[in-house]
């Protein structure tokens, strides 16, 4: 992933002392190299670098820095510079706000005219979500099941054939039931074709919707770029949605769609379900692609999965940098339930390896030895691990029946979790990365 070969770029710039052209230089090539492997567009690479080298160089007074720290704090500036910026807004102001969601088949459109309708109603507004793709026969029944779950209106037509008529009649219904928001769930093919495009250019022209959003699938990469191009030649869009960025996805794609387009970039999509979906932050996505973790995601995934309170004590006890073993081991039972944890520890800084290992791996087996060992720990360990000697750690692994090592690699982990969250900068944290502490 883009992550891992930044990850290596930077890490062999560690200890080199002094910023000099020539190391520079190294760690700009190797950023280069990591960014076209993760498949983003090779202009967007180009003009990438050009901006991160100018700031770098630019940069080499700052001789107090280390290298990979100051070289880390560049290409992390620019990435949010590119990604940006933002506007989270939906533009809801007028009487009817007509938005149209394009992109091709599977992209994620009929998913997010549902969690848009979702949103739109927490917001105390009614949306009409409008079944415009005629294409596929499951397509209209699709929708009225997504609408029910967000109790959303839907408006369709029985054996209509001209999606045009179905967009201008359902704006007409609205118009005269009081809805706010009219959504456009319009069609997709497999591939971009002139037909679609042509049919979109003329709800486009025909209906005039307030803003048209396309809806890209994180997981593909060159793909999303040529069929964002694509649709961005044929309509004036007027922001992104990204699917599926909570798996492995780490955002590669959104770097060049971005850059392509020149559009914001509004939410992503997180699930499959309807309550999926979250704006777009600059930073933290850059921080995401650059491997930091995304701590603030994670923590407001934790409130929304985890028991409420557990989740409330263990950002307290974060802020207040008293994180205990009896914390971790309470998140530990909390993200006991399978595939949750995995993509938890996926967002933890530090924690991406230990994801990895556990793909193939019985997650619960694993979790019940982790608590095993803090079981066999006394109230004081818990409170401050510092106090575990060889042989309490020899106690330790025998009460739990593992090993020394074992203990060894739980108090590791929870080490590089506590001093991760006390507060540090990015810089710092990659800083960590790259000395190995974490
Ligand atoms: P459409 O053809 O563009 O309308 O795409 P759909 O809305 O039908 O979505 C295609 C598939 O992607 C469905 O199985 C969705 O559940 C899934 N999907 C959509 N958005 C997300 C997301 O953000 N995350 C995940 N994991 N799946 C998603
Ligand atoms: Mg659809």
Partial sequence: SLQDNLR???KSLRGK???????????LRMVEEAMIEADVAYPVVQDFMARVSEEAMGQKVLKSLNPDQQLVGVVHEQLIQLLGPVDPSLHLEKDVTVLMMCGLQGAGKTTTCGKLARLIGTEGKKALLVAADLQRPAAVQQLHVVGESVGAKVYSEENASDPIAVC???VKFARENGINVVILDTAGRLAIDEELMEQLKTIDRKIGPDQCFLVVDGMTGQDAVNSAKAFNDALELDGVIMTKLDGDARGGALLSVKHVTGVPIKFIGISEHMDGLEPFYADRMAGRILGMGDVLSMVEMAQREFDQDEAMKAQKALEAGSFTLDDFKRQLEQIMRPGLMKKMLGMMPGFGDMANMLQNTDHEKDMRRLRGIIDSMTREERRTPKV??????????????TSPQEVNELLKQF????????????SELIGKMQRGDL
């Fill in 17 to 27: 002392g002094k910023l000099t052209d020539a190391n520079m230089r190294d760690g």
């Fill in 8 to 10: 290596t770029a930077l």
């Fill in 415 to 426: 080490d590089a979790m506590s001093s991760m969250m006390k507060g540090a900068s990015p």
């Fill in 168 to 170: 201008q009649n359902a």
């Fill in 388 to 401: 575990i000697t060889p042989t309490r750690r020899q106690r330790i692994a025998a009460g739990s029946g």
